[in-house]
Each structure stands twice: as C-alpha cells, then as structure tokens.
C-alpha cells in the first residue's frame, strides 16, 4: 500500500524527500504524478523540508473553549524569541484529546493538560534535536459493562463460532445466531449513521463470491469524539474479537483496523493485541484448528477528517486521494477493491462479542425511559469531569452532565449544548416552542411542553436517537457542554471554520459553500457584516445539504443554521448593537 509506505518515509526523514518518491514510484511501478497525487492530499505528509520544530495548537470545540487561540499566540511569540525561522507554530484540527485541553502536537508528538512551562521545556527539547516521547494514557480496564471479560481476553464468542461438535448446530446455524442477536439487540453503527449492525453484517454474507473484508473505521476525528480512543486503549481484545466474530458470520478473511495516525498509543496497543490473538489461534489461519481463517492487521491513516466518511477511507486504502465516493453501491456490495465489506466503527464492534456471548437482550435492555441499549459518550466543554462515559440511551441531560459529569465548570450556567460535536449544531438551555417549527419538532412539543408553557428545560431532553430527531437535531458520540462564558457567534465561527477547513474539495457547493459561511460569520464578529439578511445562508444551506456527496457538505452549516434558530438575540446584538455579550469578538 503506497499510503504506508510514504508513511514509513515521513517517518524516517520528517517529510517526503523527491528521491524518495521517485524511488518509492520505481519500486512499486507507480506514475510518480500518481505518488504525488496521494501526497499533496493528506495533510500529514509534508511534500517540503519545514523548519526544525513544529507546533500544531488544536483549534476545535473544547480546546477553543479553554484557551487554544490564547495558547497559540503565546507559543509564536516564545518561538519567535528562543528559535526565530526554526519554530513554527499553527492551528491544527481536532487531536482526540477535548478531556484534557488544551492539546497540541510537537513534532508529530501530542500532548494534552501540561502547564504552559511542561510545552515550552517540549519545544526547547525538539528544538535541541532531543527524541520526544508522546504522552501516554491510563491503560486499565474500568469494569465496563460491555468488557464481558473484565480484562481477561476468553474470546468465547470466537470460540462459540469455531466449535463444531458432533450432534450439535452448523455453522451456518450458529452463524443465524449471531445475525439474530444483533437483530434482537437493535444495535447500530456507532459512528453516527446508526445503521442496523445486523443488516449490514447480513448483507455482506449474501454477497457472492469468496472474496470479502472488514474494516473497523477508528479514525474518529470529529471534534468532541474520543471515546473509541478509550476503547483502543483499554479493551482493544474486544474489537479483535468483534472483527473476527464479524469477518467469520459475514464470510470475509481479512480486516484491517484503520485508526488515525494521532492515536500513536492506541496503534501500540491494537498492534500488541493483533499480535497476541495471532498467538493463541483465534485469528489467522485455521482459527482454533478449524478450517477458518481471518487475517487481521492496523492500517495508518495519512489524516484527514473527510477520512471518517467510509467511502474516503476505503479510497486511502487503495492509494488514492481521500474523496467520498458517489452512493450507490454501497460498501457491504462493492467496498474495498470492489468487494463486499463490513466497515463498522471501534464501539459498534466492541460491543458484539457480548451479544454473541449474552443474547440480544442483554445489550437491548440496558437502555431506561423506552429506549433501547447502551452507549458510549465522549463529554467535554465546560464541565468539571470530561471523559468517555458508558451511559444507557434514554438518559437525560441532567444525568449526563451533573452526573456523569460532574456538573458545571467554574459555577457557570449552562448555556448549550452540542450533542453531536459540531455536527448537530447548538441546542441551547432553554427550548423555546416557537423555534421548534417543523411537523416533526411542532408535534413533538404539543406532546412535551407543560400545557400553557412555551419553553422547555434542556435538562429534562432524554438522550435518544429518535428524540434528538424529534428536535431536529442528532446524537452523536461527542457530547460538548458550553457555558455562559462562551459567545455562540464565535463558537459557531469555530465550527463551520473545522468543516472550511476539512472539506475535501470534492464538491463545488461544499468547498465554496464551507468558505462563504467563515466569511458571513467573519464579517459578524467583526462588525462588518452588510447582508439586509441572513436568508442567503438559508439559501445556501440548503443547497449544500442537497448537492454535496457525503454528510460534511451536507451537516456543515448546521452550527450557524442553529445559531440562528436558537439564539436569535445574541446574534442580534452582534448584528445591531455591534456589541459581543461575552466579550469575545470585535476585539473587545
């Protein structure tokens, strides 16, 4: 695969050196405009010799609510005094670590929740040339409910499906079994889509043909999301069994786990995990001496949020430019060189060796208030304990956020919320009926605003995926708590700024699109905005949601389209008064 291979060259040398690529097109019979092409895509490659000290601030959600932008500023004038040309310091997007902000890399080596003297002595050091070594996380299992081996690796649902005893189920049966455990449990993709698991595993099995393959997608670059990073790193035996358990029902013999190239602990870990099942049989040839095989290894992603969309990711597989592909086909018909694939993301795996093992049921009724199942929710913001929880669906705000959470940052009001990262938008403290004026949403407030009430307390919303949709909202893994510090102008800027920034540039509506929305939100905080109207964003929202090919074009506005909705007289105040609440913008 090219895209490792230009991987282990950064490695070595810390960009792309031509010679290399020519070399590197030589040996693998490869146009080097082709080499190129892939390299000048991804942002992790460097095409040129930078300077001897990079620092990258991440810019997204979280860390923009804790001082990122304050930090950068910082970090380029302490760059500029000990390193001048030597040091460069830029924004860089959503690094997985929003628990512990802010986070940056050095060098490629990420760091999270260090004093501003600990990253100053880490630039000092990279500037000395010394070996950075990234920070580690905490490795230990927590008693989650989903590790049915409470940190002991049996591999019994591998087991289960192996065994062929006389007398007993075919394997065709037992493989039935898994498919209506996972139909009986309603679990679905994790990753956001909420696809039917057992709907994709059973279309890949009837797909003719000996040739088929799964892919684990552990890219997770949303801002907010980080949850699957603790999944990696505290239990990745369970996504080795549940990529095996789906290669052997859906009839694939080989996987591959594609995780971002930030989650360097994370690779380790997979990889020693990969390794060891290789060593007690349930993976490779002839798993536990039948006549099954499943090959499974890590794939490195080159970077790149657009990466998290399957089809883009099974692009960069095939050593091409990271572009969603138009749909259909669907990857469970024609994935991976055209072939059948199951692409699930790290929790919806992890959680399916448990449902082999325990029956639907047991996943199925972990969920309270009507809804169904269990969750992992990565919580960040302005809250006292950030951190991957594991929740039932169904719970409210409330529990979410001073339960889990321990409550709110500093004494401050909660202000809003975002239950998708930027993806969904805002939701603010207080519902207001009149906001709510789709037939979907109307009808869902005649049935939940106290009669003669025209507001509604946010922390009283059950977090479901129907009810987040009854709001014209969504669910997602990151769930990102703003306080009544923060100006929604500005944090709506930082979002649509993520999906500017991340856009492949496939689609004209979503590459032009993406930019006009900055530059609206630009001119706002500036004081200079002149449109009579915000209709025109309306306008162009639309057009993106109808025309863009894959779900960044078509979610992209959705934070000023909610800044809209929900907050209408703080957007005013920037609008009319040219004044900022919170005092954030217009230099104030």
Not at 210 to 239: H, I, M, Q, W
Not at 291 to 303: H, R, Y
Request: include cysteine.
């Amino acid at each position: 695969m090219i895209v490792q291979k230009l991987r282990e060259i950064q490695h070595r040398f810390g960009w792309l050196p031509e010679r290399e690529l020519r070399e590197l097109s030589v040996a693998t019979e490869t146009p080097l405009h082709r080499i190129h092409e892939v390299a000048s895509f991804f942002p992790h490659y460097r095409l040129e010799k930078g300077p001897t000290v990079h620092v990258a601030v991440c810019r997204d959600m979280a860390c923009h609510l804790h001082g990122a932008p304050a930090l950068q500023q910082s970090l380029t004038r302490f760059a500029s005094e000990i390193g001048g040309q030597e040091i460069e310091v830029t924004g860089v997007s959503c690094l997985g670590q929003c628990d512990s902000t802010p986070a940056l890399a050095v060098n490629d080596s990420c760091f999270w929740g260090i004093s501003a003297s600990e990253i100053r002595s880490k630039i000092r050091s990279a500037l000395d040339e010394k070996p950075l070594h990234q920070q580690q996380g905490d490795r230990s299992p927590l008693g989650w409910h989903i590790d049915i081996y409470d940190g002991q690796p049996r591999y019994e649902a591998i087991r289960f499906l192996v065994s062929d005893v006389e007398g007993g189920p075919s394997l065709e049966h037992r493989r039935d079994q898994v498919i209506e455990a996972l139909k009986v449990s309603n679990l679905r993709g994790m990753g956001g889509a909420g696809f039917p698991t057992h709907l994709k595993w059973g279309s890949v099995r009837s797909q003719p043909g000996p040739e088929k393959f799964v892919v684990c997608n552990a890219d997770e670059s949303e801002p907010g999301t980080f949850k699957d990073r603790e999944l990696l790193r505290r239990t990745p035996y369970l996504l080795v069994e549940g990529m095996v358990l789906a290669g052997l029902v859906s009839g694939a013999t080989r996987g591959w786990v594609y995780v971002r190239h930030e989650y360097e602990e994370e690779i380790e870990v997979m990889e020693e995990a990969i390794k060891a099942a290789y060593a007690i049989g349930v993976c490779g040839k002839n798993i536990l001496g039948s006549n099954l095989s499943f090959a499974l290894e890590v794939f490195v992603s080159p970077g790149g949020y657009i990466c998290g969309e399957e089809t883009a990711l099974l692009e960069a597989m095939e050593d091409r430019r990271g572009e969603p592909r138009n749909k259909p086909p669907f990857p469970t018909i024609a994935g991976l060189y055209g072939k059948p694939t199951v692409i699930n993301n790290v929790e919806t795996l992890c959680w399916t060796p448990g449902i082999a093992m325990k029956g639907g049921e047991w996943y199925r009724d972990g969920g309270t208030r009507g809804a169904t199942g269990m969750r992992f929710v990565s919580i960040s913001g302005d809250v006292n304990n950030p951190g991957v929880y594991e929740v039932p669906f169904g719970q409210t705000v409330r529990e979410l956020v001073f339960g889990s959470a321990g409550g709110m940052l500093g004494n401050q009001k909660l202000k809003a919320i975002a239950t998708s990262g930027p993806s969904g938008g805002f939701l603010p403290a207080v519902l207001k009926k009149a906001s709510l004026d789709s037939p979907r949403s109307s009808a869902w407030a005649e049935k939940n605003f106290t009669p003669g009430s025209d507001t509604y307390d946010i922390l009283d919303l059950p977090l479901d995926l129907n009810t987040l949709g009854d709001v014209d909202n969504m669910l997602g893994a990151a769930f990102i708590v703003i306080g009544s510090n923060a100006c929604m102008v500005d944090f709506a800027l930082n979002c649509v700024s993520f999906y500017r920034n991340e856009s492949c540039g496939k689609c004209v509506p979503c590459r032009v699109g993406s930019q006009k929305l900055v530059d609206v939100l630009v001119e706002i905080t500036r004081g200079k905005y002149q449109q009579p109207s915000l209709e025109v964003v309306d306008e162009l929202a639309r057009a993106m949601s109808l025309t863009s090919i894959c779900g960044l074009g078509q979610i992209a506005a959705n934070p000023m389209k909610t800044l809209m909705k929900h907050f209408p007289e703080e957007l005013e105040e920037h609008l009319k008064h040219r004044r900022c609440p919170a005092g954030v913008c217009f230099g104030e």
